[in-house]
């Protein structure tokens, strides 16, 4: 204590306050990068897209998150005229941890068939040209806790507005899967759905699985086996693919991915090819 009751400072008139400021500085330094780390403040999960394959993601979009998907679709039909599918758009909007809204359109020309499984249960199954919004939520139902996968369910309902039919379909899947060492990724999903072709109503159920293997900090490649049957359906479907593809993230929240894949059956068709974006903002 001085002699007018101050207490005395702890260090010098200069080399005294330098000091403490930088001990101040370094406190407030940790914490920055601390920060970051804490529950309320974890960093984002890498960007998964629905479309990167058949087999989709058991992962949402995160709270006050939304992802748009687009893309594009050839099919190489055996016994019809080549099938084109675009935009492939998809927007997924996260209300909480668990869940999010979806909202998407699409129009395709040409032949019969899908590849995207967005699309599953929205297709057209004739020769037609026609266009379709789609609507529905996905909900995360399980985390990953030892052999416990991942998983998540999906409602989603299609409408068409153009086109021959006039129809509504709807599709309830659920897809699952476990992350290994290294990143690695085994994935399953099933779907299934109500179909119409003219006055033959009949269900179609699409099994899919998917193995993930990221290369580096930015890529991912991927093979994969999907197949859509139907039950009920006077001329039954029957069409199953083997496929490969990848993806590269350009920044964490922009992925850019191409999938290529074959007919394994001669009711399937001979080849298809899908290219598209995500990005999440």
């Not at 299609?158 to 509504?168: A, E, H, L, M």
Request: charged residues 20%; contains cysteine.
């Amino acid at each position: 204590m001085t002699k007018s009751g101050f207490r005395r400072l702890p260090f010098g008139p200069i080399t005294g306050v330098a000091g403490w400021c930088r001990r101040r500085a370094g406190c407030l330094l940790v914490a920055a990068v601390l920060l970051p780390l804490a529950p309320g403040g974890q960093a984002r999960e890498e960007l998964e897209t629905d479309r990167d394959s058949f087999t989709f993601a058991p992962t949402t979009a995160g709270p006050a998150t939304s992802i748009l998907e687009a893309a594009y679709s050839f099919i190489d039909n055996r016994l019809a005229p080549a099938a084109h599918s675009y935009p492939e758009l998809l927007l997924r909007r996260g209300f909480g941890e668990k869940v999010e809204a979806r909202l998407g359109f699409n129009y395709e020309a040409g032949g019969p068939g899908t590849v995207s499984g967005s699309e599953f249960g929205g297709e057209d199954i004739e020769t037609e040209d026609e266009s379709r919004v789609l609507y529905g939520a996905k909900i995360e139902t399980t985390e990953q806790d030892g052999w416990l996968p991942r998983s998540a369910a999906i409602l989603q309902g299609y409408t068409p507005v153009s086109g021959p039919s006039n129809k509504s379909t709807l599709v309830l899947g659920e897809a699952w899967g476990w992350r290994f060492a290294g990143g690695w990724e085994w994935r399953t999903a099933m779907r299934f759905g109500t179909g119409f072709e003219e006055a033959d109503a009949f269900s179609q159920w699409a099994p899919s699985s998917v193995i993930k293997i990221p290369i580096g900090g930015r890529w991912n490649v991927h093979a994969e086996y999907f197949g859509i049957f139907s039950t009920g359906k006077e001329t039954p479907l029957n069409s199953q693919f083997a496929s490969c593809g990848g993806h590269v993230l350009v920044t964490e929240n922009l992925e850019i991915g191409l999938r290529v894949g074959w007919g394994l059956n001669q009711t399937s068709p001979a080849f298809f090819s899908n290219v598209g974006a995500g990005w999440r903002y």
